[in-house]
């Protein structure tokens, strides 16, 4: 096969990549490892930046986000029985707004396959062949046999531990990297939410979150540590533990139930530079990963996806390549910006192994200072729905 932009990965990133390229007329083929019902069992976070969701809308993938997505004006973050409202519309103008990444990637295959694009499930052995020169191809497995995709350009979209960054030679690329000693022991339960927005939790015992999917469906999260056994906490004991975690008032109306799934995330913080190897692009989580906390793992990778997808556009319909000159810098630099604010909203909600008590009292000053200080809460609301593109 031959096409203008192979695309490695066809998760959300990679999907929305092709949706957006597809509109403007360049021609896309994905090729996903996974079949795309495992695609669409991921169960993922789904707090979406305002930018996110307009550019979602603006790829024409707005109609039952705007019908099924919860908008929110705010969040919480708690401290004992200290509740401190982040009004994130009042302090910005702005908020985000709640729909799973499973339900982005539904929607994004079904407009793909509305428009036709050539989506291949199944592949192995990916190589990414002459990424510097101006004809690069990708060679693959697909039951058996081997195949060859010619294209323009390459965009890497494979996740962390896809081929796509590894084909950058270790010598000419850096990686940043913060692994956290602890993980988020989450469970999804057909439960009300315990709050209509978003809940972050600091308290002597871990970090707690409360979540909601939808009116019917809840997602919680405690602090475990690193190596925990998700199938060795009963019902019971989470909801124990993430009661123990919450102002009072807050614990007194959650409503409990079966856990629908249960499972470990580990934290890190990672980045790696430069985006751009010659012709080959590194796109959302192939080139870096956040800690949950803030809320920029997606919505780091669709930023991504709007700049390179306007330098691809740029490139292959006028010639010009200054967008792709600038590509890595310029994700880069939101990126940074991005980690920082996860970074620190880790650092202040999370108990860290070995800490002194001077490091939890600067924890619990932060968030009385946050309590206090609009000017603060400002900062924070600013970075949560999202830094412009």
Known sequence: ???????????????????????????????????????LGRIRAGVLESGT?????????????????????????????????????????????????TEVTRDLYEAQDAMGTTIVHGVEDVV??????????????????????????????????????????????????????????????????????????????????????????????????????????????????????????????????????????????FVSEPLRWGRLFLVGDAAHIVPPTGAKGLNLAVSDVYYLSEALIDALKSGNETGIDGYSDRALNRIWKAMRFSWSMTTMLHQFEGESPFEAQMRRATLNHLSRSETARKDLAENYIGLPY
Request: net charge negative; charged share 25%; with cysteine.
């Open 128 to 269: 990414i062949q002459e990424a510097t020169g101006t004809a690069p191809f990708v060679e693959y497995t697909l039951k058996g046999a081997r195949h060859r995709l010619d294209c323009d350009y390459v965009a890497g979209c494979d996740g962390f531990h896809g081929v796509s960054r590894k084909t950058i030679p270790e010598d000419k690329r850096q990686e940043f990297e913060r692994v956290y000693p602890f993980g988020w022991l989450g469970v999804l339960s057909k439960t009300p939410p315990v709050s209509h927005e978003v809940m972050y939790s600091n308290s002597p015992r871990g970090f707690g979150l409360c979540s909601m999917r939808n009116a019917e469906l809840s997602r919680y999260y405690i602090q475990v540590p690193v190596g925990t056994d998700p199938n060795a906490w009963s019902d019971d004991q989470f909801w124990e533990e993430l009661s123990l975690r919450l102002p009072k008032e807050t614990a007194d109306r959650l409503v409990t139930g079966p856990s629908v799934e249960k499972s470990v995330a580990p934290l890190r913080s």
């Open 53 to 101: 969701v307009a550019t979602l809308r603006a790829a024409g993938l707005g109609d039952r986000l705007d019908r099924e997505g919860f908008y929110h004006e705010g969040c919480f973050l708690t401290d004992g029985d200290l509740s401190i409202p982040i009004e994130l519309d009042k302090l910005t103008g702005r908020g985000v707004t709640v729909y799973g990444q």
């Open 1 to 39: 096969m031959r096409t203008q932009v192979a695309i490695i990965g066809g998760g959300p990133s990679g999907l929305l990549l092709s949706q957006i390229l597809n509109q403007a007329g360049v021609e896309t083929v994905v090729l996903e490892r996974a079949t795309r019902e495992h695609v």
